[in-house]
């Protein structure tokens, strides 16, 4: 089945830098890619949908200048966090969907960032 | 703006028990209802519902949607250890694939040995 390849899974940065994380998909090609935010025991929440070779559309309410996407690739995604808070730990999980019109969207395993 | 519930919050039930977790939504352009299992990284998926009244059975696990009165179950027979998760539903918003998924709150699962 379709795999979602995300890294790297775990990030610990100083307040005040950058961190890239980045979406592959592995075995299909992704003109679309979607990043997710999950604080602790809550859901997941769509930031932003990633667009091949366009600009990303970000949801409301999140920070475009912040959460840098880039989707230079059929397969690749990268979500960058920048001048990082720590009110922006949580776990960023992206996702894509592969096998064609109407597939379930596939996941990869998630980033858990955390910023001190 | 589409809207997706979920209950319990919380459920903690002994091994062998049944379970039923429920999720009703409201949605324009309804398209389908998805079901993951999310233990302790991304969610993994179990089932896509499209049309009212057919289960959809994977093992112990089955889902059913009512597209009349906008809610979907799913079942856990017999449940074991494993099956301790979190059960996110959700619904497409856009009217192309499956993009743009809005997720409900999700049920946290306990299984107790």
């Known amino acids: 089945g379709a795999v979602v390849s995300q890294h790297p899974s775990r990030v610990i940065c100083k307040s005040g830098t950058s961190v890239k994380i980045e979406c592959r998909s592995l075995?299909?090609?992704?003109?679309?890619m979607f990043w997710y935010r999950q604080f602790p025991k809550q859901s997941l929440m769509l930031m932003a949908t990633?667009?091949?070779?366009?600009?990303?559309?970000?949801e409301q309410g999140v920070e475009k200048d912040k959460f840098l996407i880039n989707h230079a690739s059929l397969t690749l995604s990268t979500l960058t966090v920048t001048s990082a808070h720590p009110e922006d730990s949580s776990f960023y999980i992206c996702?894509?969907?592969?096998?064609?019109?109407?597939?379930?969207?596939?996941f990869g395993n998630g980033t858990r960032l955390t910023v001190t | 703006e589409d809207k997706v519930v979920q209950s319990p919050l919380s459920l903690v039930v002994h091994e062998g028990d049944t379970v039923t977790l429920n999720c009703s939504y409201e949605?324009?352009?309804?398209?389908?209802l998805l079901w993951y299992k999310q233990e302790k990284k991304a969610p993994t998926f179990l089932f896509m519902l499209?049309?009212?009244?057919i289960e959809k059975k994977s093992g112990r696990l089955s889902s059913i949607l009512d597209k009349k009165e906008l809610f979907s179950i799913l079942n856990i027979t017999a449940t074991q250890t494993g099956d301790s998760a979190i059960y996110l539903c959700?619904?497409?918003?856009?009217?192309?694939?499956?993009?743009?998924?809005?997720f409900g709150t999700g049920t946290r699962l306990t299984i107790i040995p």
């Open positions: 949605v324009t352009n309804f398209r389908s």
């Open positions: 990633s667009n091949e070779g366009s600009k990303a559309t970000y």
């Open positions: 499209t049309s009212s009244g």
């Open positions: 075995d299909f090609q992704a003109t679309t």
């Open positions: 959700a619904v497409p918003r856009s009217n192309f694939g499956n993009e743009k998924l809005t």
């Open positions: 996702s894509a969907e592969g096998g064609g019109f109407g597939s379930p969207l596939h």
